[in-house]
């Protein structure tokens, strides 16, 4: 391809970006703008003017993303000259340097790359050497603290003087982290190993203290390219600076308002202040927004208009018009996922979409689970990217299998999976000893150590206890549970057992998941009690009941494994989403305490991080953009109410259309239903205001009062059928509007019984019909 032609495919902005050649550039890629094909199109530019394949270094952040710029390189200027790029990941192009290069750094030239299971092992061992305590050193949280150590270029001898990190693990209770740090360092390089931040730090070491091989490798590379600049972190920005101190021909691309990896050591101010670092450094700005309609773009521009750390732009889109974004509130996770799904097969039809042109995206793993069971119930195929399914994380399948061996103990698996779950000292010895005699004998593993010496268990007098307190604990259980429903004897197992003291020390991320993932399982629970109860099942709110509608989720676990990944309905976190585009998607949960997260609360930083997130995920969407909020959550064991995210108020109003709760677009939009969080008047107020019964009105503070149970009263319906009830919030007809807590607005078409048997027939705008006993029943009449 001749360099006419292979301009002429460029806008204007792409071919001002890509032409430029002189010095240190910038390229701001908006959403969609088309930032790979800016760096597949230099690079073959500068292969035009002369430069030589070797020449060129070109650093991203993925292999698929090198591989696929390579193989685009390759359909412009030819494979063969392609293949000689230096392009690749930070991580491996620096490892062939370094194994260049090991002898400047006391390393051999075949060292062992560590991945991350093999650093948590290692520093695993050096805890139990140090005799340290396991349950607050936790392997994976030591190892998230030094590797963010690392990425700041900080090495064990400069963390044991820096006293902010000091005071930080003493606050932590782990003071020992420095000492884990210095040893883990020593012997990683005892065994001739690097673990993956070894890559980025030895490599900066070894430009510090060896100029010569620096400037050998700064002359090699007479241009360098990054990927995503701002998913960079300090480390990474250190190196780029090495190579490009003389020769300053570097073009970095990215997106701030896409900068979301913040808790990964991902610094924004690389990309906000490289023009600082590169004096006379040219900026070049891809505004046009190829993937999504202009409604979607506007919507998205007008959020970010509120971040003040970020370099101004303006995003639009030549596509058509669109749609506007659209709010839909609803009264609980339920009917949220129901409005969801409802809304899938509407767009399906209308549009003659597929599954697979389907995204929701949440702001934490754990709000998977009202969506997975409810896409189950209505058949909708879907599939966890990045992750899995609810029921498979873990943490869940620990629990279940407590669950599972209180009601049946001759439960193999399951013993097998929590004997020594949280840590009691029973290990696999043991627990073969256990096997070879259930199996010499014929007998459960249960069996075996109810009657150890019957059965001729050959272990210790301490191990012996051990498993005698075990099985102490799990009877103790058994014989609760036909009396206790599935809820509270599921808080019980969870603390008692030691589960809930092995999850919740930690403050890192991965735990924060797993008690995330927890309190979702829990609130999952007792949903499923209250609903139960409400129907009028109370003989089936036990663990053998909550039990067997979980193995039916699991078993649907299974057999989605083996269906065609295109035509299934996408669930991931926003973080996750990142780089994708999908012609529908969903962004729910947006309400206060979850999104934006909590623990940005108190930092205008990290609340600019999340506004960002927001951002990418709106400019996910090509052509439908629903956004989703739920007033009422089970949360730490009682229902809450919710306030929407403050970032709603953020959008445009003229682009976002709110849809009423009973149904159509809202017309009143001026009340103020966020006063305390911002003092101003908000549009959006009115989702929460209209449709509120007369004599109840919800705050955050008093929802529990508020939202209770409606009782019959003595004077209650004394037929089998009747067209009136007197309950103590009012009169129930037939063809009165109530306003449930979890199922939204219905109208009553049957009231029967007496008593406290007397039960409503009620159709609900999302959630169908439903049967409710009113002895536990909660709503009230709003007409």
Known sequence: MEEKELLSQLNDSQRAAVEYLDGASLVIAGAGSGKTRVLTYKIAYLLMKGYEPWDILALTFTNKAAKEMQSRIGSLVGADRARYLNMGTFHSIFARILRREAAHIGYNPNFTIYDEADSRSLIKTIIKELQLDDKIYKPAGVHSKISMAKNHLIMPADYALDRELISRDIDTRQPAISQIYTTYQQRCQNANAMDFDDLLVLTYILFRDHEDVRRKYADH????????????????????????????????VGDDYQSIYGFRGANIDNILKFSKLYANAQLFKLEQNYRSTQHIVSAANSLMKKNERQIPK???????EGEKLTLKPAYSDKEEAMIVCKDIKRIMAADHAQ????????????????????????????RIFGGLSFYQRKEIKDIIAYFRLIANP?????????????????????????????????VSFWDVICSPTHFGLNVNKGTLNKLDVFRALIT?????????????LGQEIIKVSGITADIYPSREPEALSRQENLEEFLSGMQDF??????????????????????????????????EDEQSRVSLMTIHSAKGLEFSTVFIVGLEENIFPSPMAASSAREMEEERRLLYVAITRAEKHCILTCARNRWRYGKMEYDTPSRFLRDIDPALLNVESERGGMDSSVDTDYTARYSGHTSRYSSIY?????????????????????????????????SSMVSTNAGNLSVGSIIEHQRFGIGVVQKLEGTGENTKATVEFKNAGTKQLLLKFARFSIVG
């Open 476 to 488: 103790s259980f058994m014989e609760k549970m036909p009396k206790v429903d599935a809820f509270e």
């Open 314 to 320: 303006d995003v639009f889109s030549t596509n058509a």
């Open 355 to 382: 599954y697979c042109d389907f995204a929701i995206l949440y702001r934490t793993n754990s709000q998977s689970r009202s969506f997975e069971e409810e896409m189950r119930k209505q058949d909708i195929p879907y």
């Open 529 to 562: 009690v209250e609903g139960r109860r409400e129907e009028g099942r109370e003989d089936e709110i036990f663990l053998s009941d909550f039990l067997q509608d979980v193995a039916l989720m699991s078993d649907l676990d299974s057999d989605s494994n083996g």
């Open 221 to 252: 590379f007479r241009f360098i390219l990054v990927d995503e600049y701002q998913d960079t972190n300090y480390a990474q920005q250190c190196i780029i600076l090495q190579l490009t101190k003389e020769n300053p021909h570097v073009c970095v």
């Open 689 to 721: 205001n209209q449709s509120k019964p007369k004599e109840v009105h919800l705050t955050q503070s008093h929802s529990n009062q508020n939202l209770r149970r409606v009782v019959p009263s003595s004077a209650a319906a004394s037929t089998v059928s």
């Open 410 to 442: 001759n439960d193999e698996e399951a013993f097998k999976r929590i004997i020594n779950y949280p840590s009691r000292g029973i290990g696999n010895t043991t627990l073969a000893k256990i096997a070879e005699a259930a199996r010499k004998y014929g």
